[in-house]
């Protein structure tokens, strides 16, 4: 914890939860009980972010091409996120946090819909973190909804071709209420982005670790926000430059 610069927080972190399948190998059990197990971490991670100030934070719970998987570990998974917001509700409340949901949420079961949105409805109003979970979620699905909706308005003369920027994708996307995450992290040693927030993490610093999602915890959690703290953010320009800026912000404060 004393390892946290407080004043250079990133105010939104994305998290790819991966590797909950071979933590669970490992130790002879099935699949489904390795994401029993991450659910804790989520927990965890949740409550840290909270604590120390996070803003935003997107875990990336089930994606597109997780529909591909065995029948079993999706209803399972399915299960496991209509319990879990069951049941964790009412201490996402007590804690100010409120949820969103990104993704083709049409696409999940009626069952899990509903659960969706009646949390999302009843911490609609929370004002500290804003966990938002990526569910039935790709960054190329998105990306198409965006690119159909663009070109309907300019079809329908609503939208000039000129007008069509940076900000007006983002505006398109599913995250527009959300700033982009400036930290994303991965667990369990693939360097792949997977189909995740492909547009939102063009300047993200991305952090790799092999640690598997049910042993990624608070220490684990620090470790990764320090390790983004010790980097020099550059955005394309020279480190010089970034020097001299911070210098002129010091002597003017
Ligand atoms: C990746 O591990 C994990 C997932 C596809 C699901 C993540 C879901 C949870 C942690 C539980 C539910 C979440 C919430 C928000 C309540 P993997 O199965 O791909 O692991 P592997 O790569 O080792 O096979």
């Given at each position: 914890m004393e390892s946290i610069d407080y004043a250079k927080l990133p105010q939104h972190i994305a998290i790819i939860m991966d590797g909950n399948g071979r933590w669970a190998k490992e130790r002879n059990k099935d699949r489904v009980y390795g994401h029993h197990e991450g659910?804790?971490?989520v927990r965890e991670i949740v409550n840290v972010s909270a604590e120390i100030g996070i803003q935003y934070l997107t875990l990336y719970a089930f994606s597109t091409e997780n529909w591909?998987?065995?029948k079993e570990e999706v209803d399972a998974l399915m299960e496991l996120l209509v319990?879990?917001?069951?049941?964790e509700v009412n201490d996402l409340n007590k804690n100010n946090i409120r949820l969103c949901v990104i993704g083709d949420m049409g696409s999940l079961p009626m069952k899990c819909q509903i659960e969706m949105k009646e949390a999302i409805d009843l911490t609609?109003?929370?004002t500290g973190l804003t966990l938002i979970l990526a569910l039935s979620y790709s960054a190329k699905w998105e990306l198409v909804e965006a690119i159909k909706k663009i070109a309907t308005a300019v079809k329908s003369d609503q939208l000039n071709v000129e007008a069509i920027n940076d900000a007006l994708i983002s505006a398109h996307l599913s995250t527009a209420?959300?700033?982009?995450?400036?930290l994303m992290i991965r667990t369990s040693g693939e360097h792949r982005i997977s189909n995740f927030l492909?547009?939102?993490l063009a300047y993200a610093e991305l952090y790799f670790t092999s640690t598997h999602w049910p042993d990624f915890r608070r220490e684990q959690f620090l470790q990764a926000i320090g390790d983004y703290q010790n980097r020099e953010r550059r955005f394309g320009k020279t480190s010089e430059q970034i020097q001299t800026n911070l210098t002129n912000v010091d002597e003017s404060n």
């Open positions: 659910v804790l971490s591909n998987r065995p319990n879990t917001i069951r049941k609609a109003t929370n209420a959300f700033p982009d995450p400036e492909l547009f939102q």
